[in-house]
């Protein structure tokens, strides 16, 4: 990766940092001992069900939140606050400037997720004493978390390209929500008939597919995540990322900044 | 070879949010700056300066035209490695210290590692702030981030800086520095291009101006030519209070001072004003030109062009 790119990330990553985005890890923190102490109490065999099936969704929540708020402000405050004029009088592009920024929030997330994650392990060990070989499929879960966050980053930074902050997150989140039905929509897809059926077949596969993404419910089941949806998650979420970031791109390299 | 070539560059902006209104920022300009000098962009407040530098920086596309800096085009790399830019009114990520901040621009620069926190150090110096590279940009005045501006602009030892008003919001002594700064870098042999609307700091350091006015160019030179074409004006004193008839007919206020009186006419008719005291017999005290300074080529320059808005509105 080039030099410039690095640094822009790096300089993303200690913004967040210093606006204290890692705060939440104290809220988080106190959500899982608070869950698992009460769930420690009162279940009766389904804790590790409860506490994943929870922690998980908490981890989900938690980072789109942060993706969609901090991602929307990403260029555009640069553009509104004039800090963009010294960045890119200097031998910066407009597209690797996107494309650092954009790393710089993945890796504000994806630590934020290491942590989210050790709070996660740590109620889980708490609830049931020692972990079995099946709670490795929760890293997995992880793993498809982060990918939807990498989607939901790449989206803020697309609709904030042309729109106005809170528009973009009012985009990014009904796509996150909407996204979440995919399959479903696709399904009702199948039902509807003639140019409908085009319309709405193009709809429920421009939406992100995050319902594919979610395995938590099953994976607090302790049922195993195949091998092939671990590969085709994986393709589609980079693919998916990288299309709408090339959108940014084409976007911003055409735009006067006020 | 040129450091900055403005082939024609133009800027029409749409305004209003419904029914889109064309206006006019920039009309085609064509200017040239040679290497190694001074040049001042003077115009009045929205004559189009700032406009020209974004359109120079790339920050904004422009309508029609083109231009080349240090030879090369307007979004290449290689040539913005080597300029500076001082945008007006200049905000920066106020999470960071000012040494921070110069040091994530230098790594954008590609100034190399081992010289970065030297150069960083000896700027924040030459701008005036050595003991506050350490503090936050949230805590600092309005003219200490125009010291830290200019610092970013000549950080990485450009070839070619563009100031965008620099003795916005500087003390005297700041902004002394800042001409003083200017004229050191001139004997680096950089270039240096900066739009003003103070006229006494151009006509104190500068090579060449252009004057720009409702996005026209209006006149381009040397200070001292621009001026000459300018028609000055004489003061005389004479001794007593008596002011000859000819004299008054010349044209010019006159004023009684004690027992002096103080006249200023046009420099055409100064002999003939000359010969009137003499014949009264009057006592000259002195003739002394008035000096025609930038100010009223400036003025001259901007009138039939007010007129023209005047008509338009
Ligand atoms: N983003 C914009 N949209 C619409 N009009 C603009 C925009 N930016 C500048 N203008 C117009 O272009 C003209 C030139 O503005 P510019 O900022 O270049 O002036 P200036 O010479 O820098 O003035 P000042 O001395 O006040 O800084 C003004 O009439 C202004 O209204
Ligand atoms: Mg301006």
Same mark, same amino acid.
């Given at each position: 990766?080039?030099?410039?790119?690095?640094?822009?990330?790096?300089?993303?990553?200690?913004?967040?940092?210093?606006?204290?985005?890692?705060?939440?890890?104290?809220?988080?923190a $106190?959500?899982?001992?608070?869950?698992?102490?009460?769930?420690?109490?009162?279940?009766? /065999?389904?804790?590790?069900?409860?506490?994943? /099936?929870?922690? $998980?969704?908490?981890?989900?929540?938690?980072?789109?939140?942060?993706?969609?708020?901090?991602?929307?402000?990403?260029?555009?405050?640069?553009?509104? +606050?004039?800090?963009?004029?010294?960045? $890119?009088?200097?031998?910066?592009?407009?597209?690797?400037?996107?494309?650092? +920024?954009?790393?710089?929030?993945? =890796?504000?997330?994806?630590?934020?997720?290491?942590?989210?994650?050790?709070?996660?392990?740590?109620?889980?060990?708490?609830?049931?004493?020692?972990?079995?070989?099946?709670?490795g499929w929760?890293?997995?879960?992880?793993?498809?978390?982060?990918?939807?966050?990498?989607?939901?980053?790449?989206?803020?930074?697309?609709?904030?390209?042309?729109?106005?902050?809170?528009?973009?997150?009012?985009?990014?989140?009904?796509?996150?929500?909407?996204g979440?039905?995919?399959e479903?929509?696709?399904?009702?897809?199948?039902?509807?008939?003639?140019?409908?059926?085009?319309?709405?077949?193009?709809?429920?596969?421009?939406?992100? /597919?995050?319902?594919?993404?979610?395995?938590?419910?099953?994976?607090?089941?302790?049922?195993?995540?195949?091998?092939?949806?671990?590969?085709?998650?994986? =393709?589609?979420?980079?693919i998916?990322?990288?299309?709408?970031?090339?959108?940014?791109?084409?976007?911003?390299?055409?735009? /006067?900044? +006020? | 070879?040129?450091?900055?070539?403005?082939?024609?560059?133009?800027?029409?902006?749409?305004?209003g949010?419904?029914?889109?209104?064309?206006?006019?920022?920039?009309r085609?300009?064509?200017?040239?700056?040679?290497?190694?000098?001074?040049?001042?962009?003077?115009?009045?407040?929205?004559?189009?300066?700032?406009?020209?530098?974004?359109?120079? #920086?790339?920050?904004?596309?422009?309508?029609?035209?083109? &231009?080349?800096?240090?030879? #090369?085009?307007?979004?290449?790399?290689?040539m913005?490695?080597?300029?500076?830019?001082?945008?007006?009114?200049?905000?920066?990520?106020?999470?960071?210290?000012?040494?921070?901040?110069?040091?994530?621009?230098?790594?954008?620069?590609?100034?190399?590692?081992?010289?970065?926190?030297?150069?960083v150090?000896?700027?924040?110096?030459?701008?005036?702030?050595?003991?506050?590279?350490?503090?936050?940009?949230?805590?600092?005045?309005?003219? #200490?981030?125009q010291?830290?501006?200019?610092?970013? &602009?000549?950080?990485?030892?450009?070839?070619?800086?563009?100031?965008?008003?620099?003795?916005?919001?500087?003390?005297? #002594?700041?902004?002394r520095? *800042?001409?003083?700064?200017?004229?050191q870098?001139?004997?680096?042999?950089?270039? *240096?291009?900066?739009?003003?609307?103070?006229?006494?700091?151009?006509?104190?350091?500068?090579?060449?101006?252009?004057?720009?006015?409702?996005?026209?160019?209006?006149?381009?030179?040397?200070?001292?030519?621009?001026?000459?074409? *300018?028609?000055?004006?004489?003061?005389?004193?004479?001794?007593?209070?008596? *002011?000859?008839? &000819?004299?008054?007919?010349?044209?010019?206020?006159?004023?009684?001072?004690?027992?002096?009186?103080?006249?200023?006419?046009?420099?055409?008719?100064?002999?003939? %004003?000359?010969?009137?005291?003499?014949?009264?017999?009057?006592?000259?005290?002195?003739?002394?030109?008035?000096?025609?300074?930038?100010?009223?080529?400036?003025?001259?320059?901007?009138?039939? %062009?007010?007129?023209? %808005?005047?008509?338009?509105?």
């Amino acid at each position: 990766m080039n030099g410039r790119i690095v640094h822009i990330a790096s300089n993303t990553f200690r913004e967040a940092v210093r606006d204290r985005v890692l705060y939440n890890l104290i809220a988080f923190a $106190l959500l899982m001992s608070g869950a698992a102490i009460l769930i420690g109490q009162i279940s009766i /065999n389904i804790e590790r069900l409860v506490v994943i /099936n929870l922690g $998980l969704t908490a981890v989900s929540l938690f980072g789109i939140v942060i993706a969609i708020f901090i991602g929307i402000g990403l260029v555009s405050k640069e553009i509104e +606050k004039r800090t963009l004029y010294t960045v $890119l009088s200097r031998p910066v592009r407009r597209w690797e400037f996107i494309v650092g +920024k954009f790393f710089g929030l993945a =890796c504000t997330l994806v630590v934020n997720t290491v942590f989210m994650a050790i709070g996660v392990f740590g109620a889980l060990l708490y609830v049931s004493h020692h972990f079995q070989t099946a709670d490795g499929w929760v890293l997995v879960a992880l793993y498809f978390i982060i990918l939807q966050f990498l989607i939901i980053t790449s989206l803020a930074l697309l609709f904030s390209s042309f729109s106005s902050p809170l528009l973009a997150a009012v985009f990014a989140f009904s796509l996150f929500v909407i996204g979440t039905f995919a399959e479903d929509l696709r399904g009702f897809a199948a039902l509807t008939q003639g140019f409908t059926r085009w319309l709405a077949t193009g709809a429920a596969y421009i939406v992100p /597919n995050f319902s594919a993404l979610n395995v938590i419910s099953s994976v607090a089941h302790q049922q195993p995540v195949a091998g092939q949806l671990i590969f085709y998650n994986t =393709c589609y979420a980079l693919i998916y990322t990288a299309m709408a970031l090339c959108g940014a791109v084409l976007i911003f390299e055409h735009r /006067n900044l +006020k | 070879m040129a450091a900055i070539e403005i082939l024609g560059l133009e800027k029409t902006y749409n305004v209003g949010f419904w029914r889109k209104k064309p206006k006019c920022a920039l009309r085609p300009l064509h200017l040239a700056v040679e290497e190694g000098e001074i040049f001042g962009f003077l115009g009045p407040n929205g004559a189009g300066k700032t406009t020209t530098l974004k359109l120079l #920086m790339g920050l904004v596309y422009p309508t029609g035209g083109s &231009a080349r800096i240090l030879g #090369m085009e307007i979004n290449d790399p290689r040539m913005k490695a080597q300029i500076g830019f001082l945008p007006e009114q200049p905000y920066f990520y106020d999470y960071l210290t000012a040494r921070e901040l110069l040091e994530y621009y230098g790594q954008l620069s590609g100034v190399a590692a081992k010289e970065r926190s030297r150069k960083v150090e000896a700027v924040l110096a030459r701008v005036g702030l050595p003991d506050v590279g350490g503090v936050q940009l949230r805590k600092f005045s309005k003219g #200490m981030l125009q010291r830290v501006g200019i610092a970013q &602009a000549i950080l990485h030892d450009p070839r070619l800086v563009f100031f965008d008003e620099p003795m916005s919001g500087l003390d005297p #002594m700041g902004r002394r520095e *800042v001409r003083d700064l200017m004229e050191q870098l001139k004997l680096e042999g950089k270039t *240096v291009f900066f739009s003003t609307h103070i006229l006494s700091d151009a006509e104190a350091l500068c090579d060449r101006v252009a004057i720009i006015h409702l996005g026209e160019l209006r006149g381009v030179g040397r200070v001292a030519d621009l001026t000459a074409s *300018v028609h000055g004006k004489v003061e005389l004193v004479w001794e007593g209070t008596a *002011v000859p008839a &000819a004299l008054r007919a010349l044209g010019g206020e006159c004023h009684v001072t004690g027992d002096t009186v103080r006249a200023v006419l046009p420099e055409a008719s100064q002999d003939a %004003a000359i010969d009137a005291l003499r014949r009264e017999h009057l006592r000259l005290v002195s003739v002394i030109p008035v000096r025609t300074s930038l100010e009223d080529y400036f003025v001259q320059k901007l009138q039939p %062009a007010g007129a023209v %808005a005047g008509a338009r509105s």
